[in-house]
């Protein structure tokens, strides 16, 4: 790199010192390009390397193919061939380095093993979009080290091993299982190095936000080297904003006279603000489109630590294991509410049921267990909610006060539930799209709404405590709210915000059986931007 800015030259020196941490700069402040080069130092310092270099946009490309949006992909061919030209004009530098270090460097089709000695900008992005694209440095005559592109999936990540490059996290929807994927990648060999790239994404349910965002309160002053920090994930993250980039010496100019403009002046002019918050101040915007505050959501599961439980049954043996702690856990004499999501398959991709057990403590919700299985059974499935029943009953306070199950789409089986647990509680069947008829509501409401509505009220005032469990956390973080409405998109092992929807159920069996609350959270959250510490005055 000729001349590099003072916050590229720290990060090249954060590539020496860590073996995993991220670059957090800016749009357009040259995080591909400064990736390329750490990837041609680690196959020139290495005989035998292999660095795997995945980008987003390659992702985006396959994700394309059947859209019939012919302007969304040009916009994804013209991403990924601003990045094929940053890669080829990389590959003349490192042409350039490794003949003075006495090595030969050379592009090559991985697919055929050919060597391209003369390729052109064209023949190139078309290597790079087959994902065919693959650098080596020749330390001897058959011995090389190479970086190999690929697409940022689980399919593609494995089988590999090396130093991992991975550039615009951000913007890959499976990042959770990609990371997932890599982990044994990078374990294999300490000299091994993980070096990822971003800018925060969009939707805060993405999981950059839980292993990148800096911790609450820290705030950053300007600086031409930019800022290091550690994630509370325990990441190093370098983090180079438009002031920091502006004080290096990057300059902004105009969109419409084409002048050299400030920071501030760049700000002021963006049609969207939140937008140039996110791409040049890298402010972590909350809220975004999930149900679930993300702060609300870790905050209520550190006040379930040692004392909530989500349990993920596999066997008879880890739910007689799981009724033990709620005998020894529960109350003895808080009220206690049962939510049941109904679901009586088995395939892989199936959605769970959960049976939910919450209390009431004053003014709190305590969601002190989640009994999570997939069991095809109904005589099973009933056995199991009677044993939870009996553990509540066996205490001082009695019987649970009632079970509230999602009777939509499995009718006949909820009402076979009723008809049989009639005698040892109260069944109540919540039907979601039936209206719900309350005193106070400002407009028609549906049981789903409004039982959502009432279970994030309690989140959003901290009267919720849960079980602190990542299944739980990121099963919640599914929801999502759209026009007032609340939506959810599965994840890949089937989880439909299951621990969701029984805890709302759970909370409605507990505070709605007479109709009356004894306390009334906020009727329908509003999702402010909370703030994750102050950054140069622009406030989230």
């Known amino acids: 790199m000729n001349s590099p800015r003072a916050y590229q030259a720290v990060a090249l020196a954060g590539f020496r010192r860590y073996r995993m941490f991220c670059l957090l700069w800016e749009r357009q402040a040259g995080k591909s390009t400064l990736l390329a080069e750490m990837a041609l130092t680690d196959m020139m310092r290495h005989p035998g390397r292999t660095c795997i270099y995945a980008s987003a946009s390659l992702l985006l490309g396959r994700e394309l193919i059947l859209k019939e949006s012919a302007a ?5 061919r013209d991403l990924m061939k601003k990045e094929s030209e940053m890669l080829f004009a990389a590959a003349a530098r490192g042409a350039a380095q490794a003949q003075a270090a006495n090595l030969l460097f050379q592009t090559a089709d991985s697919s055929s093993g050919k060597i391209l000695p003369h390729i052109t900008p064209a023949e190139f992005l078309e290597l790079f979009e087959a994902q065919r694209l693959e650098f080596r440095v020749y330390h001897e005559h058959n011995a090389y080290s190479r970086t190999q592109i690929i697409a940022p999936n689980v399919a593609t990540a494995r089988g590999w091993s090396g130093t991992v490059f991975l550039d615009e996290i951000g913007f890959i929807r499976t990042f959770l299982e990609l990371w997932i ?4 990648i990078v374990s294999t060999n300490p000299g091994f190095k993980l070096i990822m790239s971003t800018t925060p994404p969009q939707d805060d349910r993405h999981y ?6 800096p911790p609450a309160g820290l705030e950053f002053l300007a600086s031409p080297t930019g800022n ?3 994630s509370d994930a325990g990441i190093h993250v370098h983090r180079a904003d438009a002031y920091d980039t502006a004080a290096a010496g990057k300059k902004i100019f ?8 400030s920071v501030e002046e760049s700000f002021q002019r963006a049609i969207s603000k939140q937008g140039w918050r996110v791409n040049h101040a890298l402010q972590w915007i909350l809220g975004g489109a999930a149900a679930c505050d993300l702060l609300r959501l870790k905050s209520a599961q550190t006040r379930g630590e040692n004392t909530c439980r989500c349990f993920e049954l596999r066997s008879d043996g880890e739910f007689n294991s799981a009724l033990a702690w709620l005998a020894k856990h529960l109350s003895p004499t808080h009220p206690v509410g049962l939510g049941f999501d109904v679901a009586t398959t088995t395939r892989q991709s199936s959605n769970p049921s959960v049976v ?16 999570v299985w997939k069991i095809k059974e109904p005589d099973v499935v009933r056995e199991k909610i009677r044993c939870i029943l009996r553990v509540i009953g066996n205490r001082p306070g009695g019987r649970a006060r009632a ?3 999602d009777a939509t789409n499995e009718k006949y089986f909820a009402e076979d539930l009723r008809r049989r647990l009639r005698t040892e509680v109260p069944v109540l069947l919540v039907v979601s799209s039936e209206r719900v008829d309350k005193p106070g509501l400002e407009k028609p409401t549906n049981w789903k709404e409004y039982l959502g509505d009432q279970y994030i009220g309690f989140l959003e005032d901290n009267h919720l405590t849960l079980p602190p469990e990542a299944y739980l956390r990121n099963d919640h973080r599914l929801v999502l709210k759209d026009r007032g409405r609340f939506v959810c998109e599965p994840d890949a092992e089937g989880c439909h915000a299951d ?4 805890g709302k159920l759970g909370l409605h069996a507990l505070l709605g059986i007479t109709g009356t609350f004894a306390y009334a959270p906020t009727a329908a959250p509003q999702h402010n931007h909370h703030r994750l510490g102050r950054q140069k005055g622009l406030l989230i």
């Open 72 to 76: 969304a992909d040009a916009s994804v």
């Open 254 to 261: 105009d969109l419409r006279h084409s002048g050299e403009i």
């Open 403 to 405: 079970l509230a199950v």
């Open 181 to 184: 994927a890599i982990e044994p």
């Open 356 to 371: 939910s057990v919450l209390e009431q403590d004053g003014a709190e919700i305590i969601y002190r267990a989640a009994f």
């Open 499 to 502: 621990t969701f929807d029984s």
């Open 208 to 213: 950059c936000f839980e292993l990148l965002a």
């Open 228 to 230: 290091w920090y550690e």
